[in-house]
């Protein structure tokens, strides 16, 4: 049996909130609202992307205002990525991982399928995963069912209790309790410490943790 890390992207191996925020202020501005600040921005945002918007809103978007929204959010996020960069230490931590014996990861992120794997590739990190898996299909849903497909792609030889998913949102836990597996919250993305502990969950300040927690918790049942 080997023990597997699913790691999230978005505000987890990369550090793009700088850029998630920025983005979400020019959506923000197609319906009137006015800009967040970082920690206001982590205080409210929660997925599904429609019942963020509808808290800000205090009503659910229309069709026309969630397109809107979502190209703003996506055309604005495309022009600022690019500068983002890797949250410190993930090569190391990547390679360290993959180096030993029984021990395997994989890369499953809501960002575009078509779009994430470049990104990837571009930072010389996809030799270290056995998948990389994007979003498929519309945006602003759950993670729950692409992580059931991920999990399914890996193969017979993945098991539950030794398997963690290590990501930043509230939505990774709870798509990781749907699936039978660990999950670890990283503060670094977009939720407080204080909701992520709300979860029930491991949260911790920094990746390097997250993995040490990855170890320790693959030697329990899941929870």
């Keep these: 049996m080997r023990t597997h890390i699913v790691w999230d992207w978005n505000g987890t191996l990369f550090h793009d909130m700088e850029a998630v925020l920025a983005a979400s202020n020019a959506a923000f501005e197609t319906v009137g609202l006015p800009p967040l600040s970082l920690q206001e921005y982590r205080e409210l945002y929660e997925i599904p992307i429609p019942r963020f918007y509808q808290r800000l809103l205090g009503r659910m978007p229309s069709r026309t205002e969630w397109e809107a929204l979502d190209d703003a959010f996506h055309d604005r996020y495309r022009e600022l990525s690019p500068d983002c960069g890797l949250t410190d230490g993930v090569p190391a931590l990547l390679t360290g991982w993959r180096a030993q014996p029984g021990r395997s990861q994989s890369l499953l992120s809501m960002y575009e399928h078509e779009r994430l794997v470049p990104v990837v590739d571009a930072f010389g990190l996809s030799g270290h995963f056995l998948r990389v898996d994007g979003r498929t299909g519309a945006s602003g849903g759950r993670k729950a069912g692409f ?12 098991e539950p209790a030794r398997t963690v998913l290590i990501g930043d949102a509230v939505d990774d836990a709870e798509a990781a309790r749907e699936s039978g597996i660990h999950a670890v919250l990283y503060t670094g993305g977009s939720h407080t410490r204080q909701k992520l502990e709300a979860v029930g969950v491991p949260v911790v300040d920094s990746l390097a943790e997250a993995v040490a927690v990855a170890e320790e918790l693959t030697g329990r049942p899941v929870g």
Excluded: S
């Excluded at 992580?147 to 993945?158: C, S």
């Design 147 to 158: 992580l059931a497909t991920h999990l399914r792609g890996l193969g017979p030889g993945l």
